[in-house]
């Protein structure tokens, strides 16, 4: 079996000490997998990617990334993890409406080391905007948007990318080619939990996990990574 990128031990999310989130998710990812998250509104899905993004913190369980266990680190040292290890692509693009497509791509850049406009152009150009550089959010189409998020996400490197939705805003021609740039990505050996209510995009994923009421009710698939190992 191939070593862990993500591994959660009774996961648990509560607000106002009672609703419960996330109730105990217990969840394995093997490196370069694509695990794909299903559910109701409401079930935990999104709850779920911001802890393993380390966009939030557990109330209670355990959870490693990468070998560490980010429920033990500070603010800043989340902050600086989530900059070295975990990529990031919303629903919402949040990109600076002020900045062109290559600027805010350096931004991300710049807010892990140095910004290099040459790395920010190679990773728009891999995303198929490479006539766009210098266009501002609001010069792009739904789509091109997206993709600018898919080529921030990928500037440094990440072993883990996480997707909420990244298909929920666009229309049928730029759905198809986020998701061959998630094929891509998967490919490449990147790990992939990708949140999604659309069945065509769980259908890509190595493996489907089914929530519900912050449990993991349903398990589905079972396909051979690289090199002939298993997820389980």
């Known amino acids: 079996m191939m070593s862990a990128v993500v591994r959660a031990e009774g996961l648990t999310k509560r607000?106002?000490?009672r609703v419960h989130a996330l109730a105990g998710v217990d969840l394995t990812v093997a490196r370069g997998e694509w695990l794909g998250v299903?559910?109701?509104?409401?079930?935990?899905?999104?709850?779920l990617l911001n802890l393993i993004g380390?966009?939030?913190r557990p109330s209670a369980g355990?959870?490693?990334?990468?070998?560490?266990d980010v429920t033990t680190l500070s603010q800043a040292e989340l902050v600086r993890f989530r900059r070295n290890h975990i990529g990031l692509i919303f629903q919402q693009f949040h990109l600076i409406p002020y900045l062109t497509a290559l600027e805010n791509?350096?931004?991300?850049?710049?807010?892990?080391?140095?910004a290099d406009e040459a790395e920010a152009r190679v990773a728009l150009e891999r995303?198929?905007?490479?006539?766009?550089?210098?266009?501002?959010?609001?010069?792009l189409s739904g789509g091109e948007q997206q993709r600018?998020?898919?080529?921030?996400?990928?500037?440094?490197?990440?072993?883990l990318i996480l997707a909420d939705e990244p298909t929920g805003n666009l229309d049928q021609a730029n759905e198809e080619r986020v998701m061959d740039l998630l094929r891509e990505l998967h490919a490449?050996?990147?790990?992939?939990?990708?949140v999604t209510h659309d069945p065509a995009i769980g259908d890509l994923a190595d493996r489907l996990i089914y929530l519900d009421h912050g449990r993991v009710v349903r398990e589905q698939g079972l396909r051979p990574l690289a090199g002939g190992a298993l997820v389980r």
């Open 15 to 17: 607000y106002n000490g």
């Open 105 to 114: 791509v350096m931004l991300a850049q710049y807010f892990h080391s140095l």
């Open 38 to 47: 299903m559910g109701p509104s409401g079930s935990g899905k999104t709850t």
């Open 54 to 56: 380390c966009l939030d």
């Open 148 to 159: 600018v998020c898919i080529a921030r996400a990928l500037i440094n490197q990440p072993s």
């Open 188 to 194: 490449a050996g990147h790990a992939l939990i990708v």
């Open 62 to 68: 355990r959870l490693l990334i990468a070998g560490d």
């Open 127 to 139: 995303v198929g905007l490479g006539e766009r550089l210098h266009h501002l959010p609001a010069q």
